[in-house]
């Protein structure tokens, strides 16, 4: 078996020559965006080795060649900052647990630019659905597999917040007295795990048919800052700041209103100033509104 070595600008990928094809087999370096060829010294690269760029720290992200065949076994798993995938959204050979623990990533695009909704809720399905076999590249932005992803969607919407916690216990997933052992805790990142899957769905919302999208609206809307719990709001502020269509999505909703404005600007505090001044001015715009129609009324 031949080797071939390509400089990248921060490292270097390990490229391996089997029956005429390239294989990417290892990567070292510190590159935040690589682009693999399409072919290394006239062969062309067909596939993304096992491990290839397994707990990488630092790429963020990456272009995979209209050549490719197939990735390998945990090829990009615990690339703890990767947050874009971009290639051919046809048959592919997908290995297991491809992007296992890729918190950061948030689209797998395609490479003719298109589908845009469908490269987030990709990313979803190997991310906050954990539903694998939804990764499916020539399916991908039909009707059915969106009828297929909302389905997922509302079952693990509908699980109850403590569901999983005894078997977490049970199996010692978790070191015994750290915080995810408190049942609290546990159901609060159940809850916001909800929050961010219905948030994502709503902001790309193609194919979602009407009754469940005001499914996912109600259950923003049952958490959000004066509710029993508060995550979509907690969601917002601790993950999503200075994110103005994330607060865009909460006016419009209906989650700010006299009751919980205050408390809301006692929690932003002196941080995220221009989101803070974007509430106070809807704000300031919902009680002239009101007012005007109460002047109407008398």
Known sequence: METREQSTAQGSIRYDILEGTAVAASYSGRDAELVIPEQIEGY????????AFLSNKTLRKIVLPDTLAGIGDWAFAYCGRLEKVTLPYRRLEIGQGVFREC????QI??????QE?????????VGLLDAAYLFDLENAGSESWFAAFDTRMRTRMALADNDGFSKMLLCGEEDCGSRDTDIGYYMEQKRREKVRLA?????????LKEDF??????????HVKGCESEETWRVILEEHGDERQFYDLLTQLG????????????????????????????HDSRRKTEDAFADFAL
Not at 44 to 51: A, D, L, N, R, Y
Not at 109 to 114: I, L, P, S, T, V
Not at 213 to 222: G, I, K, Q, T
């Open 199 to 207: 948030m994502l769905r709503l902001f790309h919302d193609r194919g």
């Open 109 to 114: 695009a395609d490479r003719e630019g298109e």
């Open 255 to 282: 989650g700010v209103t006299e009751g919980n404005f205050q408390g809301m600007m006692e929690d932003m505090g002196e941080r995220h100033a221009e989101m803070k001044a974007y509430l106070m001015r809807y």
């Open 213 to 222: 999208r005001e499914e996912l609206a109600d259950y923003l809307l049952s």
């Open 44 to 51: 062309p690269v067909v596939w993304i080795g096992k491990k």
């Open 117 to 125: 909704d469908v490269s987030f809720l990709l990313a979803a399905t």
């Open 103 to 106: 918190q950061a990533l948030s």
